[in-house]
Structure formats: C-alpha cells, structure tokens
C-alpha cells in the first residue's frame, strides 16, 4: 500500500512516499523535492553475528547521469566506480546515522541512496540524507533516529534554508547540518571569513527545521513502518572480570598518562599482556578475548575521561587549552614549486604545492553541471604515519579529509584572474596523532606561501573535543579541549575542526556522539578554537606570511595581455596557422578567450616574454615609418616578398634592395634571410610598400635596433644631400 507524507520546506513541496518502489528492500522511500528526486533503500543481512564490537554500516550513495538527462563522458558509457562527491555524500549521510545503529544487532546494513532525478538548481545531497534515513526508520532494522539534513547558507546577510546552486555561490557561508530532534550531530561546510554569532545563529536555525523533519518522518513511520527485529543479546560475560580489572586499573592508571604516544600504548599494552598471560586459558575463547578488549577499552575510557573532568590534565599533561609545540618550515624539497613542513606535537604533514596551468585543471563531468576547478587539494594517509603496516590508496577517509582541507583554504586562494595558475596541493601525513586535517590546512598555507601564491590571508586550522559528564546539558560538567590527540577524539563526545583567518572562519566539521550540546557549550567551543587558531597563525606568521616574491625557477610562467576582440581571428589565422607556428617558435602554449585575454604559458620567463612580443606584433596594425625585423618568403624577378609580422607580408621593390644597379633579386637576398626593412607606405588596397636600403645607413649597417620596435634611419650622406630617395641609372 503506498503512503506518502509531505513538508514545505522554502516555498517548496519536500515528499516522502512508500509501497510503490523497491518494495522487496527492507525499508524504501521515494523522497522527491521540487525537480530532485531520490530513491533510498536499506537492508540488512539475515545472521546475525554475536558480540559485535562495530556496527556493519555502509554507505553507497550514487548519481545516475540520466537524471541530469546526459549520457557519461570518455569512453565508458556507463556509471563506473564513486567519484569523489558521491563518497562525500556517503559521509555526510554515515556520519549522523552510524552511532544511531545498536552493535547488538549484529547484522551487515547497507543503505542505498540513488538520485534518479535533478533539475540542476536543488542540490540533491539534502534529499538523500532525509531519503536514506527515512527507510532506515520505516525497515525491520532496529534505529535510534530518525535523523535529517538541511543545508544552510548566508547571502546577503539572510540565513536561506535549503538554497540553489546560485545561492550558494553567493552565499558568505555554507554549511550542512544534521541531527535528530534531540539536537545536532554533524556539520560541515565552508565560510568566507564570519564570525562565531553567525554560525550559532545558522546551527540554531537548522534545528528547527531538522526537528520538523524528523516529526514528518514519524509520521512515515505509523503509517508503513514495520516491526523491528530484535536486538542480539550476548548470552555470555567475561569471567573474572573483576579481578581483571582490579589488577589492571591501577596500572593503566599511570600508562594512561605517560607523554609520548608511543610509551602510552606500549605501557597500556604491558598491562593488557600481562593479564592476557595471567588468564590465558580463557582467553583462548574468542569470546572472552572479545570481552577482554573491551573492558580494557572501557577502563581507558572512564580513566580518560575523569582525569579531565577531576583533575583538569589530559593524557599527556596539557591543560585544556595548551597546544602542543609547533614548528614551521618551508623550502625543505629543492625542485617543487613551494613546500612546507608543519609539525604539531605528533602530528606532522608534509605539504607541497605545484603549479600549472589551465590545461591541468579539473575538469567535472557529472549531473551538477560541467565545470572546472583550478584548486585542488589531495590528502594522503600512509599506514607508516600511525606506526602501522597497511594496504595503500585512497580511500573514503582521505577524500573526506581532503575535502576538509581544501574548503577551508579555498576561500584565501586567489581568483583565477588574480593568478591564472592551477594550483595543486597535496599534503602527506608523516606522522599521525589528533587533526592531521587541521595540520593539512597550515602546512598548505605555509606552501602554498612559499610557492609564491598571493593568498589573501593565511590560514589555521584546529581540532576540539568535548567530554561531558551526563548528557551534556547546561547544568552537567564538561570540559571543552584545544588541540585534541587522537585517544581524546576516539574516547570524547565531540570532534569539533575549525579553519579560519585572524578575522573570521573559513572551514568549518563537527561530529558529536551525544544529544543535546547545549548553546553554551557550542559557543565556548568556538570561542576557544578561535584563541588557539590565533596562536597557531602566530606561529606559522613568524616562518612566513607573505607570498614569495618570484614563483619557482621550475614553474611554468604564464603571462597573460588582452587584445582587441576583432584581431583574435588575426592572432590564430587560417585554420589555427598562426597561433600554432608561435606555439611552434617559441615553444610555448596559447590559449584565448572570447573577451580577447590571450593567456601564454612558458617553460620559463623568455619564452613566454618573446611570444608575448610576437602576439603584440600580430595584433598591432603596421605602422608607416616604423623599421621591423623581416624574414624574406619568397623572391620574384621584380622584388621580394618579406614578412614583418606573423601573418603579414610586404613587397620590397628591386629598387629599394640597394644603392647600386643589380639585375637579379638573389644578388643581395634567398628566401630565410632575415633583413630590416621600413615600412613606406600602406596603400588604398592594404599592401604593405618597404624598403631595405632606407633601414640601412649607407655603409650597410641597420641604421635602427633592428628589434621590431622602431628606430631612426640615416637620412644624410654627410653632404647635405637627402639619401631617402633611389638613385636613377
């Protein structure tokens, strides 16, 4: 039986239908918004597996190109593996639902959103958020939602609630936010430099709209929800573990708060193999090893958590707001274009940027539109950085963090027209120990600084957390933490980045694991994360803050002149002759555009200055009197043809190739000479008239500099009689 709810959301009608589609799926809902429709679907796999210390959750959100009515670029005509922004979504959908999942049920969930539909104006991310969670809600499989998206941007001083495409390109702020009626559980998005009242003035308004969705999606639920299966309770406990963890408390104690990373697991790890060797008969249970691990994770856990909230000391001695120690280094590889190296305690990335031209931008082909990016940002995160072997690539994780990373400088990199460069990043993480994102964003400040790109400002990022003792309301105690390490981001209830400027924020992610962050604690949060943002572009200030005043030697230079729309077909010619033969000669690429900018890319300065020279020649018409540096084309009886600008010819008669009687042309020129000559006149019909014998002096030597640019000409034999004129025979 199909059943169908709807919710205005911005003037327009947001539906959620169930009963008609994929009706053999465990839960299914056709959620349509305007011109964008999804189809989401969840199911679960029918054994259960006892003891799950995870939940199984993925994730596989994908476009179809039909709903954008294209067919795939390139030579596969069909939708291959995920491209970047479908695993984007796929986190932003993951991310808020995963700690709703109960370990107990024990049993793989798969949830695929697929957008089938999109009129290219209402992003459909936000519909398949609400889509993915809505099936999950109305399945068999047990949830602790529902949960929603919206999408919030700020233009022209107004907060727009789930905007267009156009909108957020002009919007000041961008952010994705999602949660259940109880409160936010993840954000993320991207800013032009505001300030900490507009993005709890963003987040405030998101919860209502989330709670509303969230009530519609209930609403789905008593109409067609189905009957939750049960939860897989473990049938069996840890034996001795009372004794286990009397043993080991006290231990992990004091390894718990040792200062290295290292030397905290190596000591954690001596406790735990002491007490696996003490209870190794049972610990051949792979049951028992299950709850073993546990408890040991949960007394690490409790051990954390109350050293912080009673004693005001973390794990590794700092207070709540220390930041660990900080160096800053650049031009440590000696070929690329810019690099840097940023440490942050155990946190390290080495960042490095290359320039290139807009032959090397990114080009996008999928149902949003084509477009180009000419800033690129790529994340690397080998399994050496955390002491670990492991397979290498790129997966979800990385892209995330890259996208992170980027957003949150793109705002400070110039406009193309600034800096007609593409400009790649690429940050690889040495070592690996809280916020190797946050340290992606100021080691690609500080390269892209040293690769000479004029950023408008530089840019910090920082990660905090939150652990909270109750659930997290006004009156419970919490303790908000700067700079966080990882043990303090896997054992605390929030993951809170924040990237910005001295003046505002520009990249904003936050993951909470609890209901109900109050305002108050939001705004400490940001309050803090502002002070010690500050402090590390202090730091990072001090090795550099400005642009380098040349880009690399090994950079391509690009140099870019605009020319008058009517001489574009001049500059290319027939076919494309022109611009090829200055590609060809100078060794360089051109490339145009319909408003006349002619942008030249070099593999060093004096070729890209000479094509420059030779294109001004093209374009500029001849000028009467004006001496040039001809090539001779081809020789007649009567004279010889000579070319003085690409493209342009002029005939220098047999009576102005010397001063003396000759019978042939060839006496004095072959074809491939280079000669000077003066342009005369410009006749009725356009034909150019030169002269060689009046660019020379009456010695033979060029009377001009003979660079193209002009120059005077002898016009006296040093006996008061002109020599401008041919002597007759």
């Known amino acids: 039986m199909v059943q169908k709810v709807s919710y205005q959301i911005a003037g327009k009608e947001l539906i959620l239908e169930t009963g008609k589609i994929a009706k053999q799926a465990g839960g299914s809902v056709f959620a349509q918004y305007a011109g964008s429709v999804v189809i989401a679907t969840v199911c679960s796999s029918s054994n259960a597996v006892e003891g799950l210390d995870y939940v199984p959750l993925t994730v596989d959100y994908n476009e179809k190109y039909y709903a954008a009515g294209k067919i795939p670029g390139g030579f596969i005509k069909r939708e291959s593996r995920p491209k970047d922004k479908e695993i984007l979504v796929s986190r932003l959908i993951d991310r808020p639902m995963r700690p709703l999942f109960d370990k107990r049920f024990g049993r793989e969930i798969q949830v695929v959103p697929t957008t089938i539909s999109t009129d290219q104006l209402n992003p459909p991310d936000i519909l398949a958020i609400i889509a993915a969670s809505a099936a999950v809600h109305i399945s068999d499989i047990p949830f602790g939602g529902p949960v929603a998206g919206i999408r919030i941007c700020s233009v022209d001083g107004q907060l727009i609630v789930n905007p267009t495409y156009p909108e957020i390109e002009k919007s000041k702020l961008e952010i994705v936010v999602a949660g259940t009626k109880e409160g936010i559980t993840m954000v993320e998005g991207g800013a032009k430099e505001v300030d900490e009242d507009l993005m709890i003035a963003a987040l405030e308004k998101a919860q209502q709209v989330i709670t509303e969705l969230c009530n519609l999606q209930d609403k789905l639920r008593e109409l067609a929800g189905k009957e939750k299966l049960p939860l897989t309770e473990v049938s069996y406990s840890l034996e001795h573990g009372d004794a286990i963890r009397s043993a080991a ?10 200062k290295g990373k290292q030397e905290r697991h190596l000591a954690v790890n001596e406790v735990k193999a002491d007490l696996a060797t003490q209870y190794k008969a049972q610990l051949e249970d792979e049951n028992q090893k299950k709850l073993f691990d546990a408890l040991f ?3 690490q856990y409790e051990i954390l958590r109350s050293g912080i909230l009673n ?37 390290q990335a080495l960042v490095v940027t290359t320039l290139g031209t807009v032959f090397d931008e990114q080009i996008f082909d999928d149902i949003d539109g084509d477009k180009r990016e ?10 050496y950085s955390v002491g670990e072997t492991g397979r290498m690539g790129t997966g979800r994780r990385e892209i995330g963090h890259g996208n992170l990373a980027r957003r949150s400088l793109e705002a400070m990199v110039p406009s193309k027209a600034e800096f007609p460069y593409t400009i790649r990043v690429v940050s690889e993480i040495m070592e690996s120990n809280g916020s190797s994102s946050m340290a992606s964003v100021c080691g690609g400040t500080l390269a892209m600084l040293h690769a000479g790109v004029p950023m408008k400002k530089p840019v910090a990022g920082i990660a905090m957390g939150l652990i909270t003792e109750g659930k997290g309301g006004p009156t419970d105690r919490y303790a908000v933490l700067s700079d966080i390490l990882g043990d303090e981001d896997h054992l605390g209830d929030m993951d809170f980045k924040v ?18 962050v109050s305002p ?7 309050d803090q994360a502002k002070r010690g943002r500050l402090h590390i572009l202090n730091i990072m200030n001090q090795t550099i803050n400005k642009p380098v005043s040349e880009i690399s030697e090994f950079a391509p230079k690009i140099v870019t002149m605009k020319i008058e729309i009517d001489k574009i077909g001049a500059l290319i010619g027939p076919g494309g002759k022109n611009v090829k033969a200055l590609c060809e000669q100078y060794s360089v690429t051109i490339n145009t555009e319909n ?12 070729d890209a200055e000479e094509a420059r020279t030779a294109i001004t020649g093209i374009v500029s018409d001849p000028e009467t009197g004006r001496i040039y540096n001809g090539v001779v084309k081809r020789i007649m009886d009567f004279g010889a043809f000579v070319e003085i600008l690409p493209g342009k010819e002029g005939l220098v ?26 342009l005369l006149e410009v006749d009725k019909m356009g034909r150019l008239n030169l002269s060689y014998i009046d660019a020379i002096d009456p010695n033979g030597a060029p009377s001009g500099d003979g660079d193209g640019h002009g120059g005077g000409h002898s016009d006296s034999r040093g006996d008061g009689r002109r020599n401008d004129r041919p002597r007759r025979y």
């Open 374 to 383: 000419n800033f690129l940002l790529h994340y690397n995160f080998p399994p």
């Open 297 to 299: 994770e949960d007394m």
């Open 520 to 526: 108050e604690v939001m705004r400490k949060a940001l």
């Open 653 to 678: 008669h047999i009576s102005k190739l010397s001063r003396d009687r000759i019978t042939v042309v060839t006496d004095v020129l072959k074809e491939g000479q280079e000669i000077p000559v003066k």
């Open 249 to 258: 408390y006290p231990r992990l104690e004091t390894a718990c708060f040792l």
């Open 311 to 347: 004693k005001g000391v973390r794990v590794d001695g700092r207070g709540t707001e220390d930041i660990r120690d900080i160096t800053c280094e650049v031009g440590i590889l000696p070929r690329t274009h810019g690099s840097a190296l940023f440490t942050r305690g155990e946190t």
């Open 595 to 606: 408003d006349g900018t002619v942008t030249i890319y070099g593999k060093n300065a004096k």
């Open 499 to 516: 990237a910005g400027t001295q003046d505002g924020i520009t990249g904003f992610q936050m993951d909470i694991k609890i209901a109900g």
